[in-house]
């Protein structure tokens, strides 16, 4: 079915796009299926199109070339992996960054996942797109006058002041009080709250501005960019071996499933075979992690919920784990394990032990959660019927992982573009079909049963043998490759463009959470101020991911 | 109890040294403020996950009277700074800093918050690089992130400081002084995409 919808799509892009450039691509090496290049104003007519054959929009970025600079939108499909790369062309002449000279058309109109994408790149490469509705910056304060992820930035020039930058930033919050202050003398019980970014519900530096009507919420909208790491700009200077730590820095609660990205997409554009101990030991941990990852959101949620003990019951848990993770990575969190081809270092002799040990126990606690946390009637009535998110605005938003799957959609890149050892492995995809906070905690709950059926039908089978090969090249070949793994989170994807020397010319990381968030400006409409930490809480956001 | 009327009473007894002990009025301040630290609850990136295992089953961190974290900091007086602290995140610090009643503490946890951490390199434009660029901080944790134990330690440490009237509560803030380095030439010039088309 969906072969079909995809050589009509190419068919399509073909006989009435006629791009100036077209090229098949090879999944398993560039994770694309074909790349065109289209004109700018051709661009949301193709876009219109991908959306009418259900495609969503998985990742939007520009890259900077000396002539012009590049819109690299890349479409998928639900069923399989069907991506594909659509590109267009923004000249450069004529114009310096922000005096508004690049154009581009906008997709915000179409899929609403564009609208964050936009504005990001509007901050980050000073393209304007025309008829975005609020075309402002998203992570960098806006008094910023920088446009970072250009190759004319050569860093923040010596003796320019933090205080000066400081001073402005401080201008600004003070403007967006004045704004308030306005606000409310206009609509007499209308008013605006401020969730966040200090608040111990937000899951970090999150700020949430809620439009309210009494305990009612008109809409909200999340603000973002207060853990803004400059990850891919600080990426461009290093080396790909040293890009390694970054990948345990994005998203610090699973960070084996970002491992497990990065040498995917090594492993791919280098043409390189893992041994198979290795491949064993990569999917252990990963899912290991996805266990504890889970544990730490569910602890937190219900905390945010207003239940305390689960918090202490879920750590505990977690720690066992990560005793698990310690002896092999020596690292509690931010791991930086995985190598291009292997793993860093080879796993203990107790490694295998301690989780055949760490099963049943855990089983057991699963069984506990259910009994106390599933059927207890306080829970129900504060998660069922919450925070629905429609199939179609899920389309629209580029939503993925957990939260799609709670939509009913089986939608799990561990099935659908199978990489590692997945294909060879039983498991189920778990699905719900109300789409609330409650089919949120239910399908992450069961998803921690399957990772746990991979554990046990890996745990006694891990061959002897190698795990490192001997050789790995220290630069990709000059091209342009995609790649994405299941995170904890949803799709992990990772653009790059590699000019063929020692360390990448542009990374793009398109993070799960980051459409995920965005999402939350559909669910939230209507909720009372107490149910919005529970809609925060059930997407399970990690910020420093989002904000990269 | 029958409380005895001659006013030379106190000098005609011989207090016994182990029954009663003469301080200071800010000793025992000093005393009952390291034994009850609040902290805020305030998570910046990865180190907040750690600061929470800390307060969690395994670490507990009540066992040591700092366990009671407090989600707002007119409540709590001894901030952990736990992550990286982003330039747009700063004049909330600030803020919450500056709400926080006197005599106030901070941790700065982990590498990120000391000085930059991973993030530091010189012309980066997003984060700041140490708090104590902002506000004066009392210990300082290494680690990325650091342990749940080494916190535990920090915070033992920062009790023994202000038992022994080692560390002040209110200081004034520091100045601002943060200037960053030119960039060294590694930053790439853009190249030509008809050329790298062509060769692709």
């Known amino acids: 079915m969906s072969i079909t919808v995809e050589r009509n799509m190419k068919q399509w892009l073909l006989d009435t796009i006629k791009p100036d450039e077209f090229a098949e691509k090879d999944l398993k090496k560039n994770g694309i299926l074909f790349e065109a290049l289209a004109r700018p104003d051709q661009i949301q007519s193709v876009a219109r199109e991908f959306l009418a ?7 939007l970025t520009a890259v900077d070339f000396a002539e012009c600079l590049e819109l690299v939108y890349h ?24 005096n508004g000279a690049w154009h581009a058309p906008t997709l915000s109109s179409i899929f609403k996942s564009a609208n964050w994408f936009e504005r990001e790149i509007h901050e980050m490469f000073g393209i304007v797109f025309d008829g975005h509705p609020h075309l402002k910056r998203l992570l960098l304060p806006e008094s910023s006058t920088i446009f970072p992820l250009l190759k004319s930035f050569k860093g923040e020039p010596k003796g320019s002041d933090v205080a000066q930058s400081l001073k402005l930033i401080e201008e600004d919050a003070k403007e967006f009080r004045v704004q308030e202050a306005q606000s409310l003398t206009k609509k007499d019980k209308d008013y605006y709250l401020n969730l966040g970014p200090q608040h111990p519900s937000t899951h970090g530096v999150l700020r949430v501005l809620l439009h309210l009507s009494g305990e009612r919420v008109l809409d909200g909208e999340p603000i973002i960019g207060y853990s803004h790491r ?33 040498a995917l997409l090594a492993e791919k554009a280098l043409g390189l075979v893992p041994p198979p101990r290795v491949e064993h030991i990569r999917v252990l941990m990963t899912e290991l992690n996805r266990i504890s990852s889970h544990l730490l959101w569910m602890g937190t949620f219900l905390l945010d919920l207003g239940a ?89 938003y580029g939503v993925t992982g957990p ?86 989170r949803g799709l992990f994807g990772m653009h790059l463009v590699s000019d063929g020397s020692l360390n990448p010319y542009r990374f793009k990381l398109r993070t799960p959470s980051f459409s995920n968030l965005n999402s939350i400006i559909d669910m939230l409409p209507g909720c009372l101020i107490s149910d919005v930490v529970a809609v925060l809480g059930s997407i399970d956001i990690v910020l420093p991911e989002i904000d990269r | 109890m029958e409380i005895n009327q001659d006013p030379h009473y106190l000098n005609t007894q011989t207090p016994s040294p182990d029954m009663v002990r003469f301080f200071k009025v800010e000793d025992v301040f000093n005393m009952a403020r390291a034994n009850s630290l609040w902290p805020l609850t305030f998570g910046l990136a990865c180190c907040a996950i750690e600061l929470m295992a800390g307060g969690a089953a395994r670490f507990d ?9 407090r989600p707002s900091p007119r409540q709590s007086d001894l901030m952990i700074v736990a992550g990286t602290i982003s330039r747009k995140m700063v004049p909330c610090i600030k803020t919450l800093y500056d709400q926080m009643p006197s005599p106030k503490y901070v941790i700065a946890l982990g590498g990120c918050a000391t000085a930059g951490g991973p993030f530091k390199y010189p012309g980066q434009y997003g984060i700041l690089e140490g708090i104590d660029k902002i506000i004066p901080v009392n210990v300082y944790i290494p680690g990325c992130p650091p342990r749940p134990e080494a916190l535990i330690a920090g915070i033992l440490e920062l009790q023994k400081q202000i038992k022994e009237g080692r560390t002040q509560g209110v200081m004034s803030p520091a100045a601002v002084n943060d200037s960053q380095d030119a960039r060294p030439a590694e930053y790439k010039n853009a190249m030509s995409r008809a050329e790298f088309r062509k060769q692709v």
């Open chain 1, 53 to 59: 054959q259900r495609y969503f929009l998985e990742s």
């Open chain 1, 230 to 262: 400059h990850h891919e700009k600080m990426m461009e200077i290093q080396t790909y071996f040293g890009c390694w730590p970054n990948m345990g820095r994005l998203d610090y609660v699973g960070a084996m499933s970002y491992n497990m990205g990065y």
């Open chain 1, 75 to 98: 479409f998928n499909r639900w069923d399989g992996c069907r991506r594909v790369c659509v590109k267009v062309l923004v000249p450069k002449e004529g114009g310096v960054p922000g």
């Open chain 1, 403 to 488: 939260s799609l799957r709670a939509a009913g959609v089986a939608y799990d890149l561990r099935r659908d573009e199978p990489y590692s050892l997945y294909p060879e492995l039983d498991f189920n995809i778990p699905t719900a079909t109300d789409s609330d906070v409650y089919s949120r905690y239910w399908v992450r709950f069961r998803e921690m049963e399957e990772s746990l059926k991979i554990i046990s039908q890996l745990v006694d089978k891990i061959p002897a043998g190698e795990t490192k090969l001997a050789r790995v090249p220290k630069n990709f070949p000059k091209g342009e490759y995609y790649s994405a793994c299941e995170s904890a």
């Open chain 2, 61 to 69: 961190m009540d066992r040591f009277g700092f366990g009671v974290f």
């Open chain 1, 308 to 396: 305390f003990t689960p918090f202490f019951y879920c750590f505990d848990d977690r720690e066992q784990i990560l005793d698990i993770l310690e002896m092999a990575t020596g690292e509690r969190l931010t791991y930086d394990y995985f190598r291009f081809g292997g793993v860093d270092h080879d796993i203990p002799q107790e490694f295998a032990p301690a989780i055949k040990a760490f099963i049943p126990g855990f089983r057991k606690r699963l069984a506990d959660y259910d009994k106390l946390i599933r059927r207890n009637i306080i829970f129900e009535k504060r998660t069922k019927g919450l925070g629905v998110l429609t199939k179609e605005s899920a389309l629209s």
